[in-house]
């Protein structure tokens, strides 16, 4: 009796491990696979913050006391408007002073060319009275000391007449470095005026009235208000396919239930070299209301669609360089291990295959327990 239930035992034993073996090692393995896909949209997401590609701190090029404001964070602003004033007492008494010799060389210049013209009158007379002596010398009414003394006068008045001219350009001379100075002082007294460059945004303003201002010191920060756009940073690894002009959609961290559409406006001709990312710029098409520098955003820009395509998931590759890598396949409902090449990668980390893959078979898109080549696979539809 003892020996038939050992028996009956030892076959139980042996019955649990052959179907277990037959579980392992016979049964099919039911593992997720990829099928083709059509009209596969391709893009890459980045980070970045509002910015503002015409941004500008403006000041004063002379040194002085703040004496008026009339613009403040967030006015807007049109180009030439008046932002701010210095005390200008002393300049304005300059600008006079200038202006006073404006006149004294005016009327220097006016009193040198009334000489000119009595320099002129006087050389006519005297020109005239020694062609008469002379004439009269010829016929013996006149003495030679008379003649000479008439020739005298007249090369005296010649002599008048050249140092009048002279007078007249020093005169003038005068006159043009008065007004040279009055224009000097003029524009001086401009630059205690600070005036918008732009039309412009005020997103600064860093003096008070009062205040003492040194040259070149800001005292607003502008910016054009259609310059705004986003700056976004972009994995290299993801960035081959961008170009100019391809549509993003852009979220706000403020509005993250909102999206805006936008543009790629530039990409930058050199990226990062330690975050290895490549700075790229959007322009929004539809734009929020009102928008504030350096706040966070997100994008996804559409690079590309593929028409069809069987897509893998990278943490399904094995050995994966870049380019080609060793993925598990079903093929005639067996497991086998492929080296396959992958071509473009999807947002949500998927690679399109491009070689390798025979007719009829199909990746295995999931790690599951019991891989083995040659085992039978019961492939299931890749997850949604």
């Known amino acids: 009796m003892r020996r038939l239930r050992l028996g009956l035992a030892l076959l139980l034993i042996l019955g649990a491990l052959a179907g277990g073996a037959w579980a392992l090692w016979l049964r099919p393995l039911a593992v997720p696979v990829a099928a083709a896909e059509g009209d596969v949209p391709l893009e890459v997401y980045g980070i970045g913050t509002v910015e503002a590609r015409v941004r500008s701190a403006v000041g004063l090029e002379v040194a002085g006391t703040l004496t008026e404001l009339f613009a403040d964070h967030g006015d807007r602003v049109p180009q030439g408007a008046v932002l701010a004033r210095l005390d200008t007492r002393q300049q304005d008494a300059r600008v006079a002073e200038a202006k006073a010799a404006v006149g004294q060389a005016r009327a220097a210049r006016a009193r040198a060319e009334a000489t000119i013209l009595k320099?002129?009158?006087?050389?006519?007379?005297?020109?005239?009275?020694?062609?008469?002596?002379?004439?009269?010398?010829?016929?013996?009414?006149?003495?030679?000391?008379?003649?000479?003394?008439?020739?005298?006068?007249?090369?005296?008045?010649?002599?008048?007449?050249?140092?009048?001219?002279?007078?007249?350009?020093?005169?003038?001379?005068?006159?043009?470095?008065?007004?040279?100075?009055?224009?000097?002082?003029?524009?001086?007294?401009?630059?205690?005026?600070?005036?918008?460059?732009?039309?412009?945004?005020?997103?600064?303003?860093?003096?008070?009235?009062?205040?003492?201002?040194?040259?070149?010191?800001?005292?607003?920060?502008?910016?054009?208000?259609?310059?705004?756009?986003?700056?976004?940073?972009?994995?290299?690894?993801?960035?081959?396919?961008?170009?100019?002009?391809?549509?993003?959609?852009?979220?706000?961290?403020?509005?993250?239930?909102?999206?805006?559409?936008?543009?790629?406006?530039?990409?930058?001709?050199?990226?990062?070299?330690?975050?290895?990312?490549?700075?790229?710029?959007?322009?929004?098409?539809?734009?929020?209301?009102?928008?504030?520098?350096?706040?966070?955003?997100?994008?996804?820009?559409?690079?590309?669609?593929?028409?069809?395509a069987v897509l893998v998931p990278q943490t399904a590759i094995d050995r994966f360089d870049g380019g080609s890598g060793t993925v598990w396949t079903v093929e005639d409902d067996r497991l086998a291990r492929r080296a396959l090449s992958f071509g473009r990668r999807t947002l949500d980390g998927r690679l399109e295959v491009t070689g390798g893959l025979p007719d009829g078979a199909r990746p295995v898109v999931a790690a599951v327990p019991g891989l083995r080549e040659g085992r039978r696979a019961d492939p299931l539809g890749a997850p949604p």
Not at 239 to 246: K, M, N, R, S, T
Request: negative net charge; proline residues 4%; contains cysteine.
């Open 119 to 308: 320099a002129h009158s006087l050389l006519d007379k005297r020109r005239q009275a020694a062609g008469r002596r002379q004439q009269l010398l010829a016929k013996g009414s006149v003495s030679v000391e008379v003649a000479e003394d008439s020739a005298a006068d007249l090369r005296v008045a010649e002599a008048e007449l050249t140092v009048a001219q002279s007078d007249l350009a020093v005169a003038e001379a005068a006159v043009a470095d008065s007004e040279a100075r009055l224009r000097y002082e003029s524009a001086r007294l401009d630059r205690y005026t600070l005036t918008a460059p732009f039309d412009a945004l005020v997103i600064a303003r860093h003096k008070e009235l009062g205040a003492a201002v040194n040259p070149g010191e800001p005292l607003f920060t502008l910016i054009a208000p259609d310059s705004v756009w986003a700056l976004v940073h972009i994995d290299e690894a993801s960035a081959g396919g961008l170009v100019e002009g391809q549509v993003a959609t852009v979220r706000l961290r403020s509005h993250p239930g909102e999206t805006f559409r936008a543009r790629v406006t530039r990409i930058e001709l050199e990226s990062d070299r330690v975050t290895e990312e490549r700075k790229v710029y959007l322009k929004c098409e539809v734009c929020p209301p009102r928008v504030y520098l350096a706040e966070q955003v997100e994008a996804t820009i559409a690079v590309g669609r593929l028409p069809r």
